[in-house]
């Protein structure tokens, strides 16, 4: 596998060299909020909460004793505006989980999610023209700054690799510069480069508070009822300095996950997104199936077809069961 020379932490190692299906590979999601002491459960999500910056770091801590690598944090806004500005912020709340986590559980990779729809009025992954009425009217300039802003802002905090999930054509390559130009040239970036217009998403977006005021994302995320050319959309990635791509949704994208791992020989993510992990909760909970064979049917299913990483809600319990033998 080529490896970028960028992957310097020390959980690369481990997250990179393991053999079949382990909790090496796994990275779990977290969803950051506001505030102090709080631990919110997310009624979408079963099993799965919302934490302040002082109460993930315990949930850090108990996520790196289990031996789970690494990390995926997502943010809610208290505000949001047209800019999406909070997600900048040096003392936003991502950075300041970041800040928290890193110093507690240093040995732990924090990936962060850069987007603004968390963060915006309109819920859109861009800055929009002024009445626009449509996230195809939007302004390419001050949203690749606005994104490139909050990569650079959670670096500054700590992060070890950034995720720009947007979707914005040239946000990969607006990252790299402005990260280089800031001194964080050795700081990773992982592209949602595969992310699909997808049904999958309605949990998540009830977590984190980003549904859409107006339309829908089709204009910048891939449309699931048409080709594209995947191997295209890698390469350019790759080519604007992404150091690995994903592929999300997970299960239902297996044989885009394939078609990128037998061109590509770089590290692959897939995301189980929350509307996979959520219908099977709530198949279990009606007794219809066994959650945790299901759990390890699909995991295995998504390594199988070629993923070296795998971001899941399901982290823990794998973890768990690997650690007791019990898998």
């Known amino acids: 596998m080529r490896i970028s020379t960028r992957f310097t932490h020390p959980a690369f190692d481990v997250m990179l060299s393991s053999q079949g299906l382990s909790k090496s590979r796994l990275i779990l999601p977290l969803f950051i909020v506001d505030g102090l002491n709080q631990r919110q459960p997310i009624e979408a999500l079963p099993g799965q909460f919302r934490w302040s910056a002082d109460t993930v770091v315990e949930e850090a801590q108990r996520i790196a004793d289990l031996g789970i ?42 990936i962060s999610d850069v987007c603004l729809c968390a963060y915006t009025e309109h819920g859109h992954c861009r800055v929009l023209k002024e009445d626009a009425t449509d996230p195809s009217e939007w302004l390419v300039a001050p949203t690749l700054d606005a994104i490139a802003k909050t990569a650079l802002s959670h670096a500054q905090a700590g992060a070890d690799m950034v995720a720009p999930s947007d979707k914005n054509p040239g946000n990969v390559k607006a990252i790299r510069a402005l990260l280089d130009v800031q001194g964080f040239e050795s700081l990773p970036i992982l592209s949602y480069t595969l992310k699909y217009a997808s049904a999958f998403y309605g949990p998540f977006r009830d977590a984190v ?119």
Request: proline share 5%; hydrophobic share 45%; aromatic share 8%.
């Open 69 to 110: 690598p690494a990390v995926l944090l997502f943010g809610q806004s208290p505000q949001k505006n047209a800019q999406g500005s909070l997600a900048w912020q040096a003392d936003g709340t991502v950075q300041r989980a970041i800040q928290a986590i890193k110093q507690a559980v240093p040995q732990l990779f924090i």
């Open 209 to 327: 508070d980003s549904s859409p005021q107006f339309g829908d994302r089709r204009s910048y995320q891939m449309d699931p009822h048409q080709s594209h050319d995947v191997l295209g959309l890698v390469k350019q990635d790759l080519a604007d300095g992404a150091d690995a791509v994903m592929v999300k949704p997970a299960a239902p994208y297996l044989d885009v996950v394939r078609q990128t791992k037998d061109v590509f020989d770089v590290p692959l993510a897939a995301y189980q997104v929350s509307g996979e992990y959520a219908m099977i909760k709530a198949a279990a909970a009606r007794g219809a199936l066994d959650e945790t064979k299901a759990m390890m049917e699909m995991l295995q299913a998504i390594h199988r077809a070629g993923a070296d990483w795998i971001i899941t809600y399901w982290a823990k319990e794998f973890a768990a069961l690997e650690n007791t033998d019990a898998l």
